[in-house]
């Protein structure tokens, strides 16, 4: 069993940044992909960003590409969202999960295949 919980979330102007933290529980984090969604008001969840166990691979939705970085530190158990640029379209409340099939080599961006997943944190973006 994993335990995810997320942190760092908050009210922010457009055009600021925010940077989320995703904290696990247990020794397997470090042979997980990992991977952030997010559920705006009105609207189904939606994939943000996922890395690959090792932290070699990163993936991106197109509408956060380029001012969002995912990362993760394997020896803190820890997976970060940096959130640059934000926009009010941002706003949704933000999820992290993990994907246990160990040492995969690429992540997936799929909903249905992360099996763990924390209890949200809260991004209001105000314009």
């Known amino acids: 069993q994993v335990q995810l919980v997320e942190s760092g979330g908050g009210l922010v102007q457009a055009g600021g940044s925010l940077r989320l933290s995703c904290v696990a529980s247990?020794?397997?984090?470090?042979?997980?992909?990992m991977g952030w969604f997010r559920r705006a008001p009105g609207k189904g969840r939606e994939f943000v960003a996922a890395?690959?166990?090792?932290?070699?691979?990163?993936y991106y939705a197109d509408v956060v590409k380029g001012r969002f970085t995912i990362s993760r530190d394997n020896a803190k158990n820890t997976v970060y969202l940096q959130m640059n640029s934000l926009k009010g379209e941002d706003t949704a409340v933000y999820y992290c999960?993990?994907?246990?099939?160990?040492?995969?080599?690429?992540?997936?961006?799929?909903?249905?295949?992360?099996?763990?997943w924390g209890q949200g944190t809260q991004v209001t973006v105000s314009s």
């Open positions: 999960a993990a994907d246990p099939r160990p040492w995969a080599r690429s992540a997936t961006t799929a909903e249905s295949e992360y099996e763990y």
């Open positions: 247990g020794r397997a984090f470090s042979t997980y992909g």
């Open positions: 890395v690959t166990w090792n932290g070699g691979r990163t």
